[in-house]
């Protein structure tokens, strides 16, 4: 499934050529042949730190023994069932998500898009189960990404995912970010089903919705019935330093979409519901071919298995700190070319003054992978398991970069 392209690559290089790919992506021309950790080797043996891990996909890095040993072991076992058996590690998963948050149902997914797909089938049945089948609006937000399926580009809302691909889904209000009369008035409607929002915009710029927002938004939904979903596909699995970005604030979601690190790799996303609201999903609603399939689910445990470690999220933490502080001092540095520090644990981003594919492209060019994000943000994305040494690997690459991108300014 296509993800948004970093706004550094949109510039076409590969539209008139022989590969016999989609042209969709804009590519590097690197390929990687093998990973360990936070670095990644291309074909020629040259090394680059990894600081874009999949799109915050790669949380423990690259071939992590443990979840090596996890996936070798369930292959000579067992790949692929399906959802018409019962299948054991998807119990578990499931059970651990749920022991973990707010959710007491799960439904697994093999993306981020198909996980937002079924929040919001259940946002839509929940209310037809309650005798308010008018209730089928979806709120988002301006900037929003919630996945590139043809409910997911009208979800986002983003006119340049819309374009060309027929009459948008209908169902769906974007609205202006931070826009509080737009939402008063669109979540008192009676067609309101649900309000859908990443606690912060990855795709979007690493914005982060205020925390007085975010509690806010859950006393709204609960004064009008409404159920509030929360999109983790990108801060979940202790990218923020935390498990989910929710649980530092203090409330609960209804529903939440989670993906990304979730895997460690593997494609897997998930579903999470409250009991309540995921009753109305009953035999035949909804369903999916690999979702969940044994693969899959040791990937998913695995992943669990070190991210719940006692001090494992302590030291995403600090690290996060220590990064944050460094960015700091970067753009004191160098304010002609980073202006400001955004985001929340692991999930950063450098507000960029000159065009934020140059910053990528420079950086790559010294062994340091990064990728863009709206609003002319670069966004850093290290593995969760990254070490103070690291950290300074990258800010010394960063401080070249930005050196090298300030003189050419001013030649
Ligand atoms: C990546 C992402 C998605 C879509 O996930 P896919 O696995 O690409 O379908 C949805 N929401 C957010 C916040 C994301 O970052």
Redesign the pocket.
């Known amino acids: 499934?296509?993800?948004?392209l970093p706004v550094d690559q949109t510039s076409s290089t590969n539209s008139s050529d022989d590969n016999p790919l989609f042209g969709t992506y804009n590519r590097t021309p690197q390929t990687f042949v093998r990973g360990e950790g936070v670095w990644l080797f291309d074909e020629d043996g040259r090394r680059y730190m990894d600081f874009v891990a999949g799109?915050?996909v790669n949380a423990l890095g690259h071939a992590h023994p443990h979840l090596v040993d996890s996936i070798k072991s369930q292959a000579e076992k067992l790949w692929h069932t399906s959802n018409l058996f019962q299948i054991d590690g998807g119990k578990r998963l499931a059970q651990r998500l749920c022991d973990a948050t707010f959710a007491e149902k799960v439904f697994f997914t093999n993306?981020?898009?198909?996980?937002?797909e079924c929040a919001i089938k259940t946002a839509r049945r929940y209310h037809f189960d309650q005798g308010q089948p008018e209730r089928v609006n979806i709120i988002t937000f301006q900037g929003?990404?919630?996945?590139?399926?043809l409910a997911?580009i009208a979800a986002g809302g983003n006119p340049s995912y819309l374009e060309g691909f027929g009459p948008a889904a209908p169902g769906f209000e974007n609205l202006g970010f931070g826009d509080h009369d737009a939402l008063n008035e669109a979540i008192a409607r009676e067609d309101c089903a649900a309000v859908l929002i990443?606690p912060i915009?990855?795709?979007g710029g690493v914005r982060s919705v205020p925390d007085q927002c975010l509690r806010g938004l859950r006393e709204a939904c609960d004064k009008h019935g409404v159920l509030l979903i929360l999109?983790?596909?990108?801060?979940g699995v202790g990218r923020s330093g935390h498990l989910f970005v929710h649980q530092r604030l203090g409330f609960e979601p209804d529903i939440m979409?989670v993906?990304?690190g979730i895997g460690g790799g593997f494609?897997l996303?998930a579903c999470l519901a409250t009991a309540k609201v995921a009753a109305a999903m009953v035999p035949g609603t909804h369903g999916t071919t690999y979702g969940g399939n044994p693969m899959a689910m040791a990937a998913g445990n695995a992943v669990l298995d070190v991210v719940l470690e006692e001090g494992f999220l302590d030291t995403v933490q600090a690290r996060a700190r220590d990064l944050t502080q460094s960015l700091g001092a970067l753009i004191d540095l160098y304010p002609d070319i980073f202006t400001e520090v955004r985001g929340e644990g692991l999930l950063m981003g450098l507000k960029c003054a000159i065009p934020v594919g140059d910053v990528v492209a420079a950086a790559r060019n010294q062994g340091l992978l990064l990728v863009g994000a709206g609003d002319n943000v670069v966004r850093l994305l290290p593995p969760l398991i990254i070490t103070r040494d690291d950290i300074a690997f990258a800010m010394d690459v960063l401080e070249e970069t930005a050196r090298q991108l300030d003189d050419a300014r001013q030649s």
């Open positions: 499934m296509a993800q948004s799109i915050a993306s981020g898009a198909e996980a937002l929003a990404f919630h996945g590139r399926t997911t990443e915009q990855g795709e999109d983790e596909v990108q801060t979409a993906a990304k494609p996303g």
